[in-house]
């Protein structure tokens, strides 16, 4: 077994002479839980756009399992086992819960091109529509159109679709913002509820959450990490009591 799952080696990111991200090295380990923490600006997002292949690296390296996917385009890296939801929900409002979660399982599906069955014809797919229906608990809501769904339901729904191409690493940026305080608590035991064989690297900025999810927290400041830990390290250090609280 590989002994990262995700690894940075000296990774920067520059836009002109804005330095986003400077010399990150991370390295996770499969089936571990990774949090990302950082006032704002601080270059969490572009870290996540390196590591997803939204955005190619000024200099160094991402590796996944082992292999260099630097080079390696968006989509085939989900092909490889990556996932990924983002901050602002991306789904089809104008279709059904089921309908979104049949298109995501089509994804990597070399059924896609076939045009002459309808997508729940496969019963293998509608198997696995079912299983994250439930396992996001949006089965009493699978027929609805997405655009009735609330906030809190939609990000529920950005979360199964992105577990339905069966990732091996799952990118979570920051799942549960402008949720109410019960949704984050209720959201939170879902991501938790995840199996070990799928390794998370989150961003979220409710640090409570963050440090009853993580087994280690990667702080960042100015694009650079200031300090790689445990939650329990992570709120003994006064560097970053003081950088998250804005008073660097």
Known sequence: MSASAIQTESLSKSFGGLHAVVDVSLSIAPGERRVLIGPNGAGKTTLFHCISGT?????????????????????????LGMGRTFQISNIC??????????????????????????????????DRVERSLQN????????????????????????????????????????????????????SRIISALPRDITLLMIEHDIDIALALADRVTVLHRGRVILDGTPGEVQKDEQVREVYFGRV
Request: glycine share 8%.
């Open 55 to 79: 955005h190619r690296p000024t200099s160094g390296r991402v590796l996944l399992f082992d292999k260099d996917i630097s080079n390696v385009a968006e989509n085939r890296r989900t092909a």
């Open 93 to 126: 409002t104008d279709l059904s819960v089921r309908e979104n979660l049949q298109l995501a399982a089509f994804g990597n599906d070399r059924r896609k091109w076939v045009m002459t069955r309808p997508a729940g014809s496969f019963a293998d797919i509608g």
């Open 136 to 187: 996001i608990g949006l089965a009493p809501r699978a027929d609805e159109l997405v655009k009735f769904l609330s906030y809190g339901e939609r990000r529920q729904l950005e979360l199964a679709l992105a577990l339905n191409s069966d990732p091996k690493v799952l990118l979570l940026d920051e799942p549960c913002a402008g949720l109410s305080p019960s949704e984050r608590q209720g959201f």
